[in-house]
């Protein structure tokens, strides 16, 4: 049989987590959630996720029955469902039966029961009895008609320090390296005489022991995505081996350091992640802002329209405060997602729990049960609205910008030790470059090392201090063949073994570049420089910029400088410059310059290279985001300020298919453009 890598429906999804056995005494409760489900036009759940303790009471006792009636009786009333396995939460039996699948902590101390993903990844009892569960599941829930996708598992998260993960350790690092002695020269462990004579000898990073051998704690988390990997197509072989065809997902989690997505995509089929931006924390323009670039994470994962898996329709229950959606800010955010390539809008949760940790956790139908609330009604109306835009499913994404952003290099900043110990601004750096592109209307791909960079006109590279994946190669033909390369400080430095590299940096790109680093300035907190721009710089640039945090000094070979520092020793060294390499153009910037620096270059080169943008005048917090499809072209212009902005619309090549004409665009409103090719 061959397996599906798409969802067999052509329409939007609404809908979200749904936990029936939490209710299974209340059938009233379940009739009724039903009857609401159908007034928000809800047409897909996700369950099982949770359900392991009801679906295996005890060990080799199965009880699906009452899932699959749930999923049938879904189905019948036009409802399908995303099949979740249930590996994330084990059953009290399964832990005290086998004790080694609970997670030893980098102290070597092992966990109590309890918790969410408390098990370890590596234990072979722990992978049987997640493969035995999961066969029943796909055996006898799996082929239902209404079972649309399968969800493995919640938020693959964290690691274990067992002796069985030890051990595994050891054998992933003898295939990376193959002898122990080329190991102890990548990982340079003369130094502090900390050389290796076995591969048995290795231990994984702990306060208790090594922490300080940079090269050991990367490959420790490249390690832990492996064994997270390995153990995600253990879970999905189980649902094949079962008899299931529908395409896998994995539900990440926004902006997290502690795997590296990108080695997922080989195993799923649909990427999904579950989205709690602090709405109201700040301005909403800069909450939209970092959303919107989770958004093109996912979707940038596979290249293709991707789930929102989660979304509180409400307040959280975990986060610092609680803070309840504005009225008007759970649709904003649902169409956001819309606009930036997902084909859904799934809600955690879709009723309240009654009691535990996410008692408190917003929800769909909450502890009340009626459907006279704000938040149902905004439900009501953001399915009655995806219901009509059914001609967005499927449609895609093709930026011609991208920004370079990756985990293993984050990995590296952050364990460097130095030039800055406390706040390395890699990700600030990254969100400048990303907001700078998006605020020229500009979609955007996030990408990493291992990405080819020949579709794009634009590529932007925030702090690129681990080379890795033949990167500096890559970057090279990019500009040789008329790209345009944005590159910031710290760059270059080390390989992928976190050594640094000898002879000059960025390495492999001094000539690209023009310029050879020389030194790097860290700022203390409070403290400032400026950049001022050269008189008739190419750029046009005329104002001053501020900078903190780092000052990297270079000595300019062939590139031209288009901005100086203003203070300190290095006064009228160069903090922007631009060299001309073959057919294209590398900008190096050497600060960590305000946002306003950011946007103002990115503009003037938009500007300079004539990239096609499509909207040239958008006001500051509106956002222009387009999906096409063969036959149209569909342009999303929204409005996440709190007061309305005038907007004109490009009304004579574009029909509006959703929202109003106005001269005015209304707080958090939306509207929805359409083209014919």
């Known amino acids: 049989m061959e397996m599906n890598t798409e969802i067999k429906l052509d329409k939007l999804l609404h809908g979200g987590d749904y936990n029936p056995e939490q209710w299974l005494e209340f059938p009233e409760i379940l009739e009724k959630d039903l009857e609401l489900f159908l007034k928000a036009e809800i047409n897909l759940v996700t369950m099982g996720m949770f359900a392991w303790s009801k679906l295996e009471p005890e060990e080799g006792k199965y009880e699906t029955g009452w899932l699959l009636n749930i999923v049938d009786k879904m189905y019948k009333n036009g409802i399908y469902t995303i099949l979740g396995t249930p590996s994330g939460a084990r059953p009290q039996w399964l832990a005290k039966r086998y004790p080694e699948v609970l997670r030893v902590n980098e102290k070597r101390e092992r966990n109590l029961f309890g918790g969410r993903q408390n098990h370890c990844y590596t234990s072979p009892a722990y992978r049987r009895k997640v493969r035995e569960i999961n066969m029943v599941l796909a055996k006898e829930i799996g082929s239902h008609p209404g079972v649309l996708a399968l969800h493995l598992s919640n938020e693959y998260i964290g690691d274990c320090h067992c002796p069985l993960c030890q051990e595994q350790f050891r054998e992933w ?55 997270t990997v390995d153990f995600v197509a253990e879970e999905k072989r189980a649902m094949y081996d079962g008899g299931c065809r529908q395409p896998v997902t994995v539900n990440f989690i926004g902006d997290y350091e502690g795997l590296n997505y990108r080695k997922f995509k080989d195993v799923i089929e ?36 991707f789930l929102l898996m989660e979304s509180s329709p409400s307040s959280t229950n975990w986060q610092d405060v609680s803070k309840l959606r504005k009225p008007g800010m759970l649709h904003a955010a649902s169409m956001q997602a819309i606009a930036h390539g997902s084909d859904s809008v799934l809600y955690f949760q879709m009723r309240q729990s009654r009691g535990a940790s996410e008692k408190f956790h917003g929800a769909v139908i909450d502890h009340y049960g009626g459907e006279d609330t704000r938040v149902y009604q905004e439900v009501c109306r953001i399915g009655k609205d995806m219901a009509a835009l059914s001609e967005l499913k499927g449609t895609m994404q093709y930026p011609k910008a991208a920004l370079l952003y990756d985990t293993e290099n984050r990995w590296a900043i952050t364990d460097s030790q130095g030039p800055r110990n406390i706040g390395m601004p890699y990700k600030e750096t990254a969100d400048k470059m990303y907001g700078a592109l998006r605020r ?16 794009y006109r634009i590529v932007l590279i925030p702090m690129l201090y681990l080379f890795r994946a033949g990167i500096a190669d890559k970057i090279k033909s990019f500009v040789e063949n008329g790209g345009i390369a944005i590159m910031t400080f710290w760059s270059g430095i080390v390989d992928d073994t976190d050594s640094c590299f000898l002879g000059g940096t960025p ?31 190419a750029l046009a ?3 001053r910029y501020t900078c903190k945090n780092l000052c990297e000094l270079v000595r300019v070979s062939d590139a031209k400088v288009l901005m100086e520092y203003e203070d300190d020793f290095y006064k009228g060294l160069p903090v922007l410059t ?18 306003a620096f950011y946007d103002d270059l990115v ?6 290279e004539k990239l096609e943008v499509p909207i040239s005048d958008i006001p500051r917090g509106v956002e222009v985001t387009t999906r096409e499809s063969e036959a149209a072209m569909y342009l999303f212009v929204q409005n996440f300020n709190r007061e309305s902005v005038n907007m004109e619309l490009p009304l004579g090549e574009y029909k509006i298919i959703y ?15 359409k083209k014919v090719k």
């Not at 492999?508 to 721009?533: K, Q």
């Not at 503009?603 to 300079?608: C, F, G, L, N, S």
């Not at 106005?662 to 958090?668: D, G, I, P, Q, V």
Request: glycine fraction near 6%; aromatic fraction near 10%; charged fraction near 30%.
């Open 270 to 305: 649909l990427s999904s992640w579950d989205s709690y931006p602090e709405w109201h924390r700040g301005p909403e323009t800069d909450v939209a802002l970092d959303a919107a670039l989770q958004h093109d994470f996912m979707r940038s994962l596979l290249k293709k329209p």
């Open 173 to 227: 690092l003898k295939e990376r390296y193959g002898t122990i002695d080329e190991l102890n020269k990548r990982w340079n462990t003369t130094f502090w005489s900390h050389t290796y004579q076995s591969f048995d000898q290795i231990e994984s990073p702990s306060p208790n022991g090594e922490m300080l051998l940079h090269a050991l704690s990367l490959d420790w988390k490249r390690f832990v995505t492996a064994q």
């Open 507 to 537: 390495n492999g790109l001094m000539d690209v570049f023009g310029l050879r680093s020389t030194e790097i300035d860290g700022l203390y907190d409070g403290e400032e420089n400026a950049g001022v721009p050269v008189e008739n710089n």
């Open 659 to 673: 929202g109003e004409e106005n001269e005015k665009l209304e707080s958090f409103a939306t509207v929805i453009l």
């Open 578 to 595: 631009c060299n001309e390499y073959k057919k294209g153009k590398a900008y190096y910037i050497c600060a960590d310059m305000e946002g």
């Open 440 to 455: 020229q209307g500009l979609d955007v791909d996030i990408i990493d090392m291992e990405d080819d960079l020949e579709a």
């Open 541 to 543: 640039l005329h104002k």
């Open 603 to 608: 503009q003037a080169v938009v500007r300079e």
